[in-house]
């Protein structure tokens, strides 16, 4: 491929919902984070191509005591990033909670702390819009039946400039169901072009539906729509929700994301331009392009959100996040290199579906190999700690210390409706207590489990099916526990953590 086209996805791993905002020379981007913490990642880029992994906007779940176990399909869902008043502002709905909102006056923080803008159950994809042409500023958002029983419909508010509180009760400005064909009508971005109101959003369903566009002359409507990207002939299926962003030179582009099993919503670039008519057409004429010449912007190198961690001073990189919110203690600094994590102690350690204590990271997209070295400090048997791959099924490979105080490699795995884990493979001795272990994902996310006790590297189990885990993708973890009881339980000590191509 030459160095003035680009492939998409052009993140290919799970961030799920995009949006874009550019300021200035720079393009961010935020994604839905669910229930895992931090939230609202923070990604930069300088031509809309490479992308990195900058800084979350959001710390903790709140309230706290409704994060302190995992909760997959709740918290941050689909988010709107804007720049408004030398401020960056995200807005995303809690399906149990309303819409809320969090600002900054950088895109690195100090973000404030969550503010609810729109107390509600199922009130998701909140989009504010503050029109220059006339001062005022809009919300708009839809539907989660599961909590309201309300979809495919959009209602439009007035809202406050400072972006703090809404002005009416609400109206709805489009009806999904008065328009032939369309069905689950979700995800919209708001923006005003050309004397026009315009709403980009989606419809049909996350895995076979299409991108939609409506305007209108006034924001509470009437609306007139029409399809403006969908799969046709391409192996793009959906494709869905996303944002348009115009560069420094007025070209306009649009990111979306594409739902692919385990490994989650993908993230595709598509040219934008404005017919004759004055509506966009997205894509190759509204199909999804596979590769296509990079936007007029100035040339960057290579770059993606990173993957690999070393843990200097014990602390992990951005990429990770924990499947709720953290507590004190299960990862501790120290002088050398190197992830720490303590032994926490649980009733349930035999599904690590339910656990808080799990740190991970998505899965990419293509085939490669996560390699990690493990050494088990925990005296305590039945301490185990190790690699997985989690999802409604899941599987993970590391150690586990015995009643008879020998530690051994053990490589287990749970089906989607299996409560408990077992045995993928017969346990081995690991007479150091360390072990190098490595997972090889291929094509359809099917993964083989290796170890290495000194010996060489051998292969664990039969191959195990990645899937995906309710709203998001496959994720990697790492974890360490402990059974359930009284003080300490020691701790896991993981190294030089790697993600390699196949």
């Given amino acids: 491929m030459t160095a003035d086209v680009y492939r998409n996805p052009v993140l290919n791993a799970d961030w799920s919902d995009p949006d874009v905002v550019r300021v200035g020379d720079d ?49 941050v869902w689909a988010p709107s990033l804007r720049h408004h008043d030398d401020r960056f502002w995200i807005f995303w709905g809690d399906p149990d909670r309303g819409i809320l909102q969090v600002n900054a006056p950088e895109i690195r923080g100090p973000w ?105 002359r006034a924001f509470f409507g009437p609306y007139e729509e029409r399809i403006v990207l969908e799969q046709k002939d ?15 030179s007025g070209e306009d582009w649009f990111l979306h994301f594409q739902q692919r099993g385990a490994y989650g919503r993908v993230v595709h670039l598509q040219p934008m331009r404005w017919g004759a008519d004055g509506w966009p057409v997205l894509g190759s004429d509204g199909a999804p392009v596979a590769v296509h010449r990079k936007p007029d912007l100035p040339p960057q190198p290579t770059a993606a959100p990173a993957t690999d961690d070393d843990f200097p001073g014990g602390r992990f990189g951005r990429q990770w996040s924990w499947t709720a919110n953290p507590q004190d203690g299960w990862a501790t600094q120290h002088s050398g290199d190197g992830l720490r994590l303590a032994c926490v102690r649980s009733a349930h350690a035999h599904d690590l579906r339910g656990l808080p204590n799990i740190l991970t990271q ?46 051994r490699v053990v490589h ?65 973890g790492l974890f360490a526990l402990a059974p359930a009881g009284q003080g300490h339980a020691g701790a896991a000590t993981f190294a030089q953590f790697r993600v390699s191509a196949l």
């Avoid at 979350?56 to 918290?75: I, K, N, Q, S, V």
């Avoid at 509600?120 to 989660?144: N, Q, R």
């Avoid at 005296?379 to 899941?394: I, Q, S, T, W």
């Avoid at 006790?453 to 990645?466: C, E, I, K, L």
């Fill in 412 to 476: 287990r795995f749970a089906e989607a409706v299996a409560r408990r884990e077992r045995d993928a493979e017969h346990p081995r001795l690991a007479p150091e207590g360390r072990v190098r272990l490595r997972i090889e994902v291929g094509a359809g996310a099917r993964c083989r489990f290796f170890h290495d006790v000194g010996d060489g590297p051998r292969a664990s189990g039969p191959v195990f099916a990645a899937t995906p885990w309710r709203w998001v993708g496959a994720l990697l």
């Fill in 112 to 216: 404030t702390r969550p503010h609810l803008v729109k107390a509600g159950k199922g009130l998701i994809d909140p989009c504010p819009l503050w029109d220059d042409e006339t001062g005022e500023a809009y919300l708009v958002h839809a539907w989660a039946r599961s909590r309201s029983g309300v979809k495919n419909r959009l209602t439009g508010h007035r809202m406050h400039p400072h972006g703090t509180e809404l002005l009416d009760e609400g109206k709805v400005i489009v009806d999904g169901d008065r328009i032939p064909g369309w069905f689950t009508l979700e995800g919209p971005k708001l923006y005003r072009h050309d004397g026009w109101f315009w709403i980009l959003a989606p419809a049909g369903g996350v895995e076979t539906g299409w991108q939609g566009a409506l305007r209108s």
């Fill in 234 to 248: 391409t192996d793009v299926n959906g494709p869905h929700q996303g944002g348009w962003v115009r560069t420094p």
């Fill in 27 to 75: 393009f961010y981007l935020t994604a839905s984070t669910f229930g895992r913490a931090p939230g609202l990642p923070l990604l930069h880029s300088r031509d809309l191509v490479n992308w990195t992994l900058i800084g979350h906007a959001l710390e903790r779940l709140e309230p706290a005591p409704e994060f302190t176990e995992p909760r997959h399909d709740c918290g």
């Fill in 362 to 407: 998505r899965l990419p997209g293509t085939p490669c190999a996560i390699e990690v070295e493990l050494r088990l400090d925990s005296a305590e048997p039945g301490a185990r700690a190790g690699l997985a791959v989690l999802g409604d099924a899941f599987g993970w490979i590391g150690l586990q210390r015995g009643t008879d105080g020998e530690v």
